[in-house]
């Protein structure tokens, strides 16, 4: 009980620390561009009414998990496939460097040419920034499974699909799970980009519209919400990670008292 309460205070401590820093350090500010805290908190409930949240957060929302799941499919299966045999991943290597060595808000002009501005747009553009992480972090973990594991599992029988999801999957899943880490922040920040180059509601169009009408306040406050939602949705993938790594980290843990 007393770690947990440790452990809480610390993850706690610091964002209060924070946020009391920007009310005292912004308590006397006169700059339009730089309101005090007290008014962007003072505005928030005034913005983000539940009609606000169901026309522009629940539609960023959706968008976000469409091109998240999109990737997380298509990362895990290309780099299971690529991760398994090395004649596949000789050839594709090169390629992969180059693709991802392009930055994903550079592709929304040209996705744009071929989806048009709609949802496709920023579904595909989520999807493409956030493929690479989960992809090359499952070709990591493919490659690493124990080949003594490998061969006992040949030796029991095990194989084909059996050996792909209780062997091979299981093994890499530390690994792909630190690749959809990586790829949440990441769809989150190219849901924003998409929205504001091309949407008529979501958080990023929504951000753009309040700095066009210099509503600053406004602004300030569609940012605290971005800010929230990151926090909430590393959170719930924190609790999932737990429930399915659990094995992973009971090992871990044992490892250490040990």
């Known amino acids: 009980m007393k770690r947990l309460a440790l452990r809480l205070f610390f ?5 209060l620390l924070l946020v009391a820093a920007w009310w005292f350090a912004s308590a006397g500010s006169t700059d339009v561009y730089w309101p005090p805290l007290r008014t962007i ?6 913005v983000w009414t539940g009609e606000r949240l169901r026309d522009d957060v629940l539609p960023s929302l959706l968008r976000l998990l469409a091109g998240y799941t999109s990737a997380a499919v298509v990362g ?10 090395r004649r596949v991943r000789a050839v594709c290597e090169p390629v992969l460097e180059f693709l991802r060595a392009v930055p994903p808000p550079v592709l929304v002009p040209v996705i744009m040419l071929f989806a048009g501005i709609g949802d496709t747009m920023k579904i595909a553009v989520i ?12 070709v990591e973990g493919v490659r690493a499974v124990d080949s003594v594991m490998s061969e006992t599992a040949r030796s029991y029988g095990i194989t084909g699909a059996a050996r ?3 062997v091979v999957l299981r093994s890499a899943s530390p690994q792909i799970f630190a690749g959809l880490r990586q790829a949440l922040s990441i769809g989150i920040i190219l849901m924003v980009i998409s929205e504001m180059s091309a949407s008529s509601n979501g958080l990023g169009f929504t951000i753009v519209q309040f700095q066009r009408t210099f509503a600053i306040p406004d602004m300030w406050t569609g940012i605290l919400v971005l800010g929230l939602l990151g926090f909430l949705l590393s959170v719930v993938f924190q609790l999932v990670e737990r429930r399915v790594l659990g094995w992973y980290h009971g090992l871990r843990a044992s490892s250490r008292r040990s």
């Open 41 to 46: 908190l003072t505005t928030f409930p005034d």
């Open 76 to 85: 895990v299966a290309l780099g299971t496939v690529i991760g398994s045999y």
């Open 11 to 15: 993850v706690v401590a610091l964002p």
């Open 164 to 166: 792909l999801r209780h």
């Open 127 to 138: 999807a493409s920034g956030c493929v690479w992480p989960i992809l090359l972090n499952t």
